[in-house]
């Protein structure tokens, strides 16, 4: 990875960090004021109706020289009495912002209620509170937020004595928390921000990673494809010093076995052999290092395969299998390279294979405008630790391979669009998958 690319990916990710970090400190400090701001409505709603309880109740008290709540009974609904405590608390809570009224016995019986309660369970929810019991020991108490129903309510428990500090009633007041069901709702938008924040700050994230990894790759590749470049031109003029002398070399076998033909010396034969391989390896050299011109043509698969064949050996050609899913076949391509990547792979897998096994190729039609070429040994296999190495320049397990073929057939491919996977386990074979789309000519 290049100077430039590498400053390019940590700004990419102190951008990214920096951006998380201050979506969330925004979000954590907007979360901690809203916090501060309903105990602060809290502290204040509770102040207010502890106030309000307490005027109630010393007004309760001045009404009770005249009105004595003492004659109030439990369900009798047509008293002087209970009427006249009725229309106070429904003139209060009409004037104010109370939701209910009630006057409970220390008993626990209803004696006037603003609205009416006709509800059982509503009635133990408030004499069932341990608030009612703080009230019924004389201590004015007001309740933390509560819901119920979806609504928020704060209640004020304030206990009614008379002058000699006797117990006559218990004076419940409930009022509405409405700002508190706006922080709630503020809370839930804020949340809901907050996660659309993330998804979006991740989303932009994975579009610059993207496009970090494919300026790397493109960067890869136009700086390989530079060095193949140099590396034709000197390709080119190596091979041309190297094959002077090969044919000099030659030249002078063939020279001197004429003059010393009688004498049968293996080393007339193993001269010309010697020459042959380095002249495939210089050509193999080129052709790794050289960019081909692709030539693309409509080609029947079957026919393709009866060229390649004739060129091994005829024993080799005995062990080499081929079954196509039709025999018409076609694939628009350049047919002398993908020629020439299936001759190098059948070529390793003969190698690699006893001269008992036989190398199966099956050719079928994969989709619409893909093939795939499947080319199957028995052989020796590739340890796992060196898979990852085979399309490698110049590695090889061989005694006397050159370690390019691999890494010609692996160019080739990508030049006619192409993918090329290899599998294989030691000592059971190896299974070659070539996958190509028909090209537009």
Do not use: C
């Not at 809570?93 to 509800?119: A, C, K, W």
């Not at 190596?238 to 293996?266: F, G, S």
């Not at 091994?312 to 899913?325: G, N, Q, T, Y």
């Not at 190098?344 to 050719?363: G, H």
């Amino acid at each position: 990875m290049s100077p430039v690319t590498k400053t390019y990916s940590g700004r990419f990710a102190l951008f990214f960090w920096l951006s998380f970090a201050l979506v969330l400190l925004l979000n954590l400090l907007v979360w901690l004021y809203l916090n501060q701001v309903e105990q602060k409505f809290k502290e204040q709603l509770q102040d207010r109706l502890r106030d309000a309880n307490q005027l109630l109740g010393r007004l309760m008290l001045e009404y009770n020289e005249d009105v004595n709540i003492h004659l109030l009974v439990p369900g009798d609904n047509g008293t002087l009495e209970y009427l006249f405590y009725k229309q106070i608390f429904e003139e209060i809570r009409n004037r104010g912002t109370l939701q209910t009224i009630i006057l409970i016995s220390p008993q626990g019986e209803i004696l006037v209620s603003v609205p009416p309660i006709l509800s059982e369970q509503t009635i133990l929810s408030f004499t069932g509170s341990p608030n009612f019991i703080q009230a019924l020991k004389g201590e004015a108490v007001v309740s933390d937020i509560e819901e119920y129903g979806g609504e928020r309510f704060i209640t004020g428990y304030m206990p009614i004595t008379d002058l000699d500090g006797y117990l006559l009633a218990i004076l419940i007041v409930e009022a509405k928390a409405k700002y508190f069901n706006v922080l709630g709702t503020l809370k839930n938008n804020i949340l809901i921000f907050s996660l659309l924040n993330f998804i979006l700050i991740s989303l932009i994230a994975f579009m610059l990673f993207r496009m970090v990894r494919r300026t790397i790759r493109y960067e890869r590749e136009i700086r390989d494809q530079q060095h193949l470049v140099q590396l034709g031109t000197m390709a080119a003029s190596v091979a041309h010093e190297l094959r002077n002398p090969l044919n000099i070399i030659e030249a002078t076998n063939d020279t001197i076995r004429k003059k010393y033909e009688q004498n049968n010396d293996e080393i007339f034969e193993y001269i010309p052999q010697e020459v042959i391989r380095l002249n495939a390896l210089i050509d193999d050299f080129l052709r790794f290092a050289g960019t081909p011109q692709l030539y693309v043509e409509e080609i029947i698969l079957q026919r393709l395969f009866d060229r390649v064949l004739m060129g091994f050996e005829e024993a080799d050609m005995d062990r080499i299998k081929v079954r196509l899913e039709k025999s018409t076949i076609q694939l628009t391509t350049d047919g002398n390279i993908l020629q020439q990547i299936i001759t190098n792979i059948i070529t390793n897998s003969l190698q690699a294979s006893d001269k008992s096994q036989p190398v199966l190729i099956s050719v079928s039609a994969k989709q619409r405008n893909k093939i795939q070429i499947i080319i199957e040994d028995k052989g020796t296999g590739i340890p796992k630790d060196k898979l990852d190495k085979i399309f490698e320049p110049f590695y090889t397990t061989k005694e006397r391979g050159t370690g390019l073929g691999l890494a010609i057939s692996q160019r080739l491919i990508q030049y006619l669009q192409g993918t090329i996977k290899v599998e294989s386990v030691p000592n059971a074979g190896t299974t070659v998958t070539l996958e190509l789309p028909n090209l537009k000519q």
